[in-house]
């Protein structure tokens, strides 16, 4: 039974109970309109929010990538230190660098190498890191603003089911 049914069986008139119906039915759009408009809203800043988390990610990943080359060039500094004293260190006490000497110097080198190498790695996992997580965070929020989307779009169609 509609509104204008109801209204004209309690005993109002058909006119007033016609305006009523009307004035339902006009709220029920706007409702309707409403939910749509949020829904659509909702999505859209979903989107922007989703643009906003991948750009910071790809920020933090760049500054977490320069910093581990900056560690990598100090690693790589304190390593060429520890090489030239050893030498110095051999030098002043009159041994010769060649054999046990010469083969000490060259394995220091390359764990020089190895621990610049490792720190370069480090910083290019964590910036990786940091890029998938920003587009999960990313993927995330435009799932949520379709489902915003749909809901505000299910919420209309309900309430224009019902009042038509």
Known sequence: ?????????AGVSA???????????????LSA???FLGGIKANTAAKNQAVTAQ?????????TARAGVR?????????RSIQRRQKLAYLK??????????????ATRRAGLDNVEETLRAGGLS???????????????RSSGRAAF????????GTLGRAL
Do not use: C, Y
């Open 93 to 106: 006490s009159g041994v010769d660098l060649e054999g046990s000497p010469l083969l000490v110097m060259e």
């Open 150 to 157: 749909m809901s505000g779009l299910g919420n209309a169609a």
């Open 127 to 141: 910036a990786g890191a940091q890029i998938q997580e920003g587009r999960s965070r990313a993927t995330a929020l």
């Open 15 to 29: 006119s007033t109970a016609a305006a009523v119906g009307t004035a339902s039915t006009i709220f029920s759009t």
């Open 71 to 79: 560690e990598a060039k100090f690693v790589g500094a304190e390593a």
């Open 55 to 63: 750009a910071e990610a790809n920020l933090k990943a760049e500054e």
């Open 33 to 35: 309109a409403s939910s």
């Open 1 to 9: 039974m509609g509104i204008e049914t109801a209204l004209i069986a």
